[in-house]
């Protein structure tokens, strides 16, 4: 069994309106909505678990989307681990066979391609998660603000999601870093601090995080490059 797991527990309005950024739309259909969309559409998945404020499940309920998986909604908690967490105890099965896709609400923009190979390899691996390497030069910063070492950046990568686990293996790291009380910022650290590494393999620099306007404007960009793709 593959679970898709879509984060989305953020309530803030930082790019000033009402409603949080997840429901914001991006040409015409809120943002939540296309993410939960491209999941939908891949065969390999069977259920899809989206993490929301309480507050807002009704709302999104009242959206309508019509998809043809089952969607069950599971609470946020106080920060995105817990929000994970939260996630993972809702989901149908827990054998270590079945695979989960962890992903953030608000990278409506994931393909189909990127996601089928995340499964792909985490059946191989057990552990799958994407990015893209830096283009700039790293440095190091110093506690005294000037700078330190040059990192190689081709030995470094920045993590998107999605990230792919056999399921009772990121269950028990959750489990003993939330018992422990220590807190990451992403799944593959969590993984990493109870299980081994994780196998990392190309996203694309499409596949953005919308956190500000800015990053709406960037999505709004990339559609419409696609559309006009499509049509060539």
Do not use: W
């Not at 993410?35 to 678990?49: C, L, R, S």
Request: aromatic share 6%; charged share 30%.
């Amino acid at each position: 069994m593959v679970t898709a797991l879509i984060v989305s527990g953020g309530k803030g309005t930082r790019m000033g309106g009402e409603l949080p950024k997840q429901f914001l739309s991006l040409n015409g259909t809120p943002i939540i909505a296309r993410t939960v969309m491209v999941f939908d559409g891949i065969n390999e998945i069977d259920e899809i678990i989206l993490v929301l404020p309480k507050a807002y499940f009704t709302y999104f309920k009242e959206l309508n989307i019509k998809t043809q998986k089952p969607i069950r909604l599971a609470e946020a908690g106080l920060d995105r681990q817990e929000s994970v967490f939260n996630g993972l105890l809702t989901m149908t099965s827990k054998d270590n066979n079945d695979i989960v896709i962890i992903h953030d609400g608000v990278r409506p923009l994931v393909t189909s391609e990127i996601i089928k190979k995340g499964i792909a390899f985490t059946k191989r691996y057990g552990s799958a998660a994407c990015g893209v390497r830096p283009k700039d030069t790293l440095k190091k910063r110093e506690s005294t603000g000037f700078s330190g070492e040059t990192l190689p950046r081709e030995e470094y990568v920045l993590i998107h999601t999605p990230q792919c686990f056999n399921v009772g293996d990121i269950i028990k790291a959750h489990r003993e870093m939330h018992d422990k009380k220590r807190c990451f910022t992403d799944d593959t650290a969590i993984y990493e601090a109870v299980v081994g590494p994780v196998y990392l393999y190309d996203s694309s620099d499409e596949n953005i995080k919308i956190t500000t306007k800015e990053d709406l404007d960037v999505a709004k960009s990339i559609l419409s490059r696609r559309s006009d793709n499509n049509k060539e």
